[in-house]
């Protein structure tokens, strides 16, 4: 089929292009950032004013964002894709979508994440930042070309939106009072080293091919056996600073209820590494997809309910 054969492509095959399910990895996060940060007072004792086209703002900014991510990744990974037996059948490759089609449609999104952030005004750091961060989220496609550690990309882009949202509705202060970070940073540092962990246990099923192919993976660098280990111990590093957050972010309000939802988060990353072994790559994404989307919400709510009603 010829780019100017392809059909414009039904809502569905959109949806599947950019993985629209999986934007519940990152976004509860955000939201809790949100939550954290109208939660916590400025050093004079006030608290950031509550404006309901904020959270519209952050919601569009998830979206479009990782949209344009993952629409550009499936872009610069057409052909490899196209090559590896598991991804063969993804839109691209199998002509569902045509290479136009999603060029429009990653720049139609890069630009809607840039207008979104104009929301914020007139706090100018979301828009002045927005090219800068929209860069490094593109730029995690192409990683796996010349280093292993592009799973960490991964990590620290996903864990961008916390940082992002805190400083979003708190505005300069943020900026100029180093210690009101402090609180945001250390919900990022979860967030990626969760996301590099999960993301080791993804690239698994490629470890042969990303091998054979020249591509850098923590899988096809070290075996699937080490990968997984150093996918355990990034999500030990996880739990770890999870246990830490309540500590620094004293002011945001957690308490015993977060304290409490740690053990069934400790409970489903113990499960997502007994889903999958270096004999058995059958359940990866039941790992990647189910448990990770659990933990995600789970903190979110006990997070938002500590923090605000508790």
Known sequence: MSEADAAPGKLGDWLG?????HTVFALPFAALAAVMAYATPF?????????????????????????????????VDARIDAKNPRTAQRHLPAGVLSKSQVWRFTLLCAFGFVASTA???????????????LAFLLGYSLAKRFTSAAHLWLGVALSLSPVCVWVAIRGAESIFAATDLFAPLTLAAA???WVTGFDIIYACQDAEFDAGAGLHSIPARLGIAGALRIAAASHVLMLVILGLLPLVARDSGFGWLYWAALMPVAVLVIR???????DDLGRVNQAFFDTNAAISLTLLVVGTLDCLFV
């Open 17 to 21: 292009l950019i993985r629209f399910s």
């Open 43 to 75: 050093s004079s004792g006030a608290f950031p004013a509550f404006r309901f086209r904020d959270l519209i703002a952050i919601l569009l900014c998830m979206v479009l964002a990782r949209s344009a991510a993952m629409a550009f990744n499936r872009l």
């Open 119 to 133: 929301v914020f005004l007139p706090n100018p750091i979301p828009l002045i930042a927005s090219v800068p961060v």
């Open 191 to 193: 967030v990626a080293a």
């Open 272 to 278: 997502q590494h007994a889903l999958v072994t270096p």
